[in-house]
């Protein structure tokens, strides 16, 4: 069974770090993984989907990596400022059999960026 | 494109009563939705799959009689939770597709349950 796992469980910086959030999950047969912010007491907000044969996506201070083979994903934030303050939720998307299409999520990383 | 909403946001009931929560796709067709739920600082768990038109499909451990899901059009699904109790109390998010199992998802906001 996919399991995913997030380290740190919780982050706190000042404002201006350059973070790096971890996922690893234990199945490499994945369709796609995607991050995504969840801000207290709210929905999700999708940040980067990245497709089981691209290495990496960037969008604005935002980079995540994917090594598929290793089971391994980094999202990193440049120059973190308070606003970035939520919870980071890793999760990816199986792609065979039961799996196909269910998504497994990580307990997420919760960032606190002070000023 | 691609909003999903839910309603209630918040819903306080009391112990033994009923409570229906609505999912709506605003500017796409949903063949699939999903409706997962989250405890205080843990993943989401997916508890059901539904297809418009036909029955849902529970994960394991996933009581269908006291989660009754009906995705009735390609717009809506609903999840009702029957006699409900404390431990019922959770955030509820659903999630929706246009076509095959693996097309994006798109999140509601979520709904949170108290259950007093």
């Known amino acids: 069974k996919q399991e995913v796992t997030q380290i740190p469980a919780a982050l706190s910086v000042p404002e201006g770090e350059n973070l790096v959030l971890n996922c690893s999950f234990t199945d490499s047969a994945i369709y796609n993984l995607q991050w995504f912010r969840q801000d207290p007491g709210k929905g999700l907000t999708s940040l980067l989907l990245?497709?089981?044969?691209?290495r990496e996506q960037t969008s604005g201070r935002l980079n995540a990596s994917l090594d598929k083979s290793s089971g391994r994903s980094t999202l990193y934030i440049a120059a973190s400022q308070p606003g970035d303050s939520a919870t980071y939720l890793c999760?990816?998307?199986?792609?065979?059999?039961?799996?196909?299409?269910?998504?497994?999520f990580g307990r997420g990383t919760q960032l606190t960026v002070w000023p | 494109g691609a909003v999903v909403s839910q309603h209630p946001s918040r819903v306080i009931c009391k112990s033994g009563t009923s409570v229906k929560i609505e999912c709506r796709s605003l500017?796409?067709?949903?063949?699939?939705m999903f409706w997962y739920r989250q405890f205080p600082k843990q993943s989401l768990m997916l508890m059901a799959t539904?297809?418009?038109?036909?029955?849902?499909?529970?994960e394991q451990g996933v009581e269908k009689d006291k989660f009754l899901i009906n995705h009735a059009s390609l717009t809506l699904s609903t999840l009702t939770v029957t006699s409900a109790h404390p431990e019922d109390s959770s955030f509820y998010i659903c999630?929706?597709?246009?076509?095959?199992?693996?097309?994006?998802?798109?999140f509601g906001p979520g709904t949170r349950l108290t259950v007093l």
């Open positions: 999630s929706a597709a246009r076509g095959a199992a693996t097309d994006t998802q798109y």
């Open positions: 990245i497709q089981s044969s691209q």
């Open positions: 500017d796409f067709q949903a063949t699939t």
């Open positions: 999760a990816v998307k199986g792609d065979r059999g039961s799996t196909l299409g269910r998504l497994y």
């Open positions: 539904s297809n418009e038109g036909s029955k849902a499909t529970y």
